[in-house]
C-alpha cells in the first residue's frame, strides 16, 4: 500500500455488504436483498455478475454507484469509501432513462454539461454518436427510439464522462443479435483503450465469457456469492472456439442448467 | 422496453427520420373542397338577404356599414374559392374551417331574424348585428382603448403571478422543509377567490389599478403553485438518479431536470391560472378599475347602450382567446418532445 499508481486509484473493492429494503406486503418488517457480499475488482479488470432475478444485481450496482448506502460494510473505490454519486462512477441502468425533453445530441452531452466541460469536450459528442450509430438521429427525441436505440444512447452517456469505473446493468439486453455483438467489441475496445474497471450485470452466459476475465455468479434472493469463474481465454476470443465451448458447458453445468428454474 | 430491435427496424426508421415522419396530410381535390367552401357563399348570401329584408323596418344609418361588412365577406369568400385552386395549403384550411364558418354566418342570420325581423325579445336589451355593428365601429376608439388597459393589466398581473407561482411551486416541490411550512399556507389561503379579496383590496391600496394587478396575481399564483410544486415532486426518480451519476449538482438536478420534468404539469397550472386570470381581471375592472373592457360594459349599461356591451363583450371573447391560442401555441413548442399533445 506504499506506492498506489493511478491505475490502483480505479480499483473497486466491496466488503461484506448488506442491504435490506421493507417488504412490500408488510413494511414493517425488512427484507435482505444482498446477504454479504465480498468481491474485489482490480484496476483496469472487467467482471461479470451472473444470477437469477431478483438476485439484487441491480441493487449492488446503485450501492456501488452510491445512489444508496448500505445497511453494513463496506464499498471502496481505490483508498476511498463511497459516499455518494459520483461522475467517476458511471452506471447505465437497465432501462435507458433518456431525459425525453432533450434530443439524442444533448442526452449524450448530458454529462459533460452537467460538470460543466461541455464547451472543452464538444469534439467528444460526435465521436460518442458515432460509436453507438446514432449520427442520423442527433436531433430525435427519445420517443421516436427503438428500445435498442435508446440503451445505445445511455450508454454513450455514461460513456462520454470517462468514468474510472463503469457499471453496466444488462446494457446491451435489448439489442439485436448483429448489433449486440458490434458493441460488446466497442464496450471491449473502449475498456482496452482506457482500462476502465467495469462490472457488467447480464444474462447472457456468452457475452460474459466473450467479454469478463472474470464471471461472479450470484445466488437466488437474498443475493450472496456463490462463486466466480476465471475466463482465462486469450482476447481476442472466439465465440466458436473449442475452449469458449467448453468453458460455457462448465458453466451452464455448475448453474444446474438443466434442473434449477433459474431465468438467465 | 425489453422488445427485441431487428436490423430492418432500424433501417426502416432511420429512413423514416431522414425523410421527414410520413405525416398523414390528406390529399384533397379541388372539387371536394369547393363543395365544403360553397356553403360559406351560400351562408353569406343568405345573411344579405335576411339582413335586406330586416332592414326596410330599421334607420338606414344603422345598417349600412353592416351592409358593407357582408358584402366584403362574400367578396372574401369569392376570391378564396378561386384562389384555392393553386394553393394546396389553402384548400385544406378551407376544407377544414368552411363548415364552422357557414355555420357562424347562419347565427347571424338567426340572431338577426330574432331581433330585428320577428322582435322576439325585447329590444334595448337585444339589438340585432347590425346594431352591434354599427356600435362597434362607431366607439372603435373606446373599445380599443379599453382592450389595450386591459391588457396591460391583464399580462401585468399574469406575469408577476406567474413568476409568484414558480418560485414557490419550485421551492415546495423540491425542498421538505419548505413543503411542511408552505403547504397549509397554500391550502388556506389558496382557495379563496382572489376576488373576495377585492372589497379589502380597494380599501388598503391607493391605486385599484396596482390592487386589480395584485389580485390577478394572487389568482393565478395559486394553480401555478400548486402544479408546479406537483409536478417537481413527482419527478421520476430514475431521472434523478441518472443525473446524479453523470456528476450532475444540485442546480442541475432543480433546472435541468427537475424542472423539464414538471413542464407538463407546469403548462396545466398557467392554464388554470390563465382562466382564472380572466375572471378576476373583468370582476375587478367591473367594480374598481375605471378602465379596460370589464369597465366598458358597465359603463355601457349604465347608460342603457347594450349595443356596445355586446360590442365589448365580442371583443372580449376574440381578446381572451387569442391570449389563451398564443399560450397553447407556446405549449405545443416547449413541450414538442412529448408525444401527442392536445391541439387548440
Ligand atoms: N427500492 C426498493 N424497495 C424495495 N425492494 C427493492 C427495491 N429495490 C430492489 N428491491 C428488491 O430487492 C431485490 C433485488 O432487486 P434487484 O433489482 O437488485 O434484482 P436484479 O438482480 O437486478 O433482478 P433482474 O435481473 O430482474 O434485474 C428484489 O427482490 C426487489 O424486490
Ligand atoms: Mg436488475
Redesign the interface.
Known amino acids: 500500500m506504499v506506492a498506489e499508481s493511478a491505475m490502483e486509484a480505479s480499483s473497486l473493492r466491496i466488503r461484506e455488504v448488506r442491504k435490506s429494503f421493507p417488504a412490500p406486503d408488510d413494511p414493517a418488517t425488512r427484507r435482505l436483498a444482498l446477504d454479504g457480499i465480498s468481491l474485489s475488482l482490480a484496476a483496469g479488470e472487467l467482471v461479470s455478475l451472473v444470477g437469477p432475478s431478483g438476485c439484487g444485481k441491480s441493487t449492488l450496482l446503485?450501492l456501488i454507484?452510491?445512489?444508496d448506502s448500505p445497511d453494513s460494510g463496506e464499498l471502496m473505490v481505490g483508498a476511498e469509501s463511497i459516499v455518494?454519486?459520483?461522475?467517476e462512477?458511471?452506471?447505465v441502468?437497465q432501462?435507458?432513462?433518456l431525459?425525453?425533453?432533450?434530443t439524442v445530441r444533448r442526452n449524450i452531452e448530458?454529462?459533460l454539461?452537467?460538470?460543466h466541460v461541455l464547451h472543452e469536450n464538444r469534439h467528444e459528442v460526435d465521436e460518442f454518436m458515432r460509436l453507438v450509430g446514432l449520427e442520423?438521429?442527433a436531433d430525435?427525441?427519445?420517443?421516436?427510439l427503438?428500445?435498442?436505440?435508446?440503451q445505445r444512447v445511455a450508454l454513450a452517456?455514461?460513456l462520454i464522462?470517462h468514468p474510472k469505473v463503469l457499471l453496466l446493468d444488462e446494457p446491451l439486453?435489448?439489442?439485436?443479435a448483429?448489433?449486440r455483438m458490434r458493441m460488446q467489441d466497442e464496450v471491449l475496445r473502449l475498456w482496452q483503450a482506457r482500462r476502465t474497471t467495469m462490472l457488467l450485470v447480464t444474462h447472457d452466459i456468452d457475452e460474459a465469457i466473450y467479454m469478463s476475465d472474470r464471471i461472479v455468479i450470484m445466488t437466488q434472493r437474498p443475493g450472496r456469492i456463490e462463486r466466480t469463474i476465471p475466463v482465462a481465454l486469450r482476447r481476442p476470443r472466439d465465440r466458436s472456439s473449442a475452449d469458449f465451448l467448453q468453458l460455457r458447458g462448465e458453466i451452464l453445468e455448475l448453474l444446474h442448467f438443466a434442473g434449477n428454474a433459474v431465468a438467465i | 422496453?425489453?422488445?427485441?430491435?431487428?436490423?430492418p427496424?432500424?433501417a426502416e426508421?432511420?429512413q423514416a427520420?431522414?425523410e421527414g415522419a410520413p405525416r398523414q396530410a390528406p390529399v384533397v381535390s379541388r372539387a371536394a373542397s369547393l363543395r365544403t367552401w360553397l356553403p360559406v357563399t351560400a351562408a353569406t348570401v343568405i345573411c344579405l338577404g335576411a339582413h335586406w329584408f330586416v332592414s326596410t323596418t330599421e334607420p338606414p344609418a344603422e345598417t349600412r356599414s353592416y351592409f358593407i361588412f357582408l358584402w366584403s365577406v362574400l367578396g372574401v369568400s369569392i376570391v378564396l374559392a378561386a384562389a384555392q385552386v393553386g394553393w394546396p395549403s389553402l384548400r385544406r384550411w378551407m376544407r377544414q374551417m368552411g363548415p364552422i364558418f357557414a355555420a357562424a354566418l347562419l347565427v347571424l342570420v338567426g340572431w338577426e331574424l330574432i331581433t330585428a325581423g320577428f322582435r322576439w325579445l325585447p329590444l334595448p336589451y337585444f339589438p340585432s348585428p347590425a346594431g352591434v355593428f354599427q356600435s362597434l365601429i362607431n366607439d372603435r376608439a373606446l373599445l380599443f382603448d379599453s382592450t389595450w388597459h386591459s391588457l396591460i393589466l391583464l399580462l401585468g398581473g399574469y406575469a408577476l403571478g406567474v413568476i409568484a407561482g414558480l418560485i414557490s411551486g419550485i421551492c415546495i416541490g423540491w425542498s421538505s422543509p419548505v413543503r411542511y411550512w408552505g403547504m397549509p399556507v397554500l391550502k388556506v389561503v389558496g382557495p379563496i377567490p382572489a376576488t373576495a379579496w377585492i372589497p379589502l383590496a380597494m380599501v388598503v391600496s391607493p391605486s385599484a389599478v396596482f390592487s386589480a394587478a395584485a389580485l390577478i396575481a394572487l389568482a393565478v399564483w395559486f394553480p401555478v403553485t400548486m402544479l408546479t410544486a406537483s409536478g417537481i415532486s413527482n419527478t421520476?426518480a430514475?431521472?434523478l438518479?441518472?443525473?446524479?451519476?453523470?456528476?450532475?449538482?444540485r442546480r442541475?438536478l432543480i433546472f435541468?431536470?427537475a424542472i423539464?420534468?414538471a413542464?407538463p404539469s407546469i403548462f396545466i397550472g398557467l392554464f388554470m391560472g390563465l382562466g382564472a386570470s380572466f375572471l378576476t381581471l373583468v370582476v375587478a375592472e367591473t367594480v374598481g378599475v375605471k378602465s379596460g373592457l370589464g369597465w366598458y360594459v358597465a359603463w355601457a349599461q349604465g347608460w342603457a347602450e347594450y349595443g356596445k356591451v355586446f360590442a365589448a363583450l365580442i371583443i372580449m371573447a376574440a381578446f381572451f382567446s387569442t391570449i389563451m391560442t398564443v399560450l397553447f401555441k407556446v405549449r405545443d413548442r416547449v413541450l414538442?418532445?412529448?408525444?401527442g399533445v392536445i391541439k387548440w
Do not use: C
Open positions: 446503485r454507484a452510491g445512489l455518494g454519486p459520483n461522475a462512477r458511471g452506471l441502468f432501462d435507458p432513462n431525459f425525453p425533453w432533450l448530458a454529462g454539461a452537467a460538470r442520423s438521429f430525435a427525441y427519445p420517443h421516436h427503438s428500445g435498442g436505440m435508446a452517456r455514461a464522462n439486453g435489448a439489442l439485436d448483429f448489433t | 422496453m425489453l422488445q427485441s430491435e431487428t436490423g427496424r432500424i426508421v432511420d427520420w431522414t421520476r430514475s431521472y438518479d441518472v443525473a446524479r451519476t453523470l456528476g450532475a449538482g442541475y435541468r431536470v423539464p420534468a413542464l414538442v418532445w412529448q408525444k
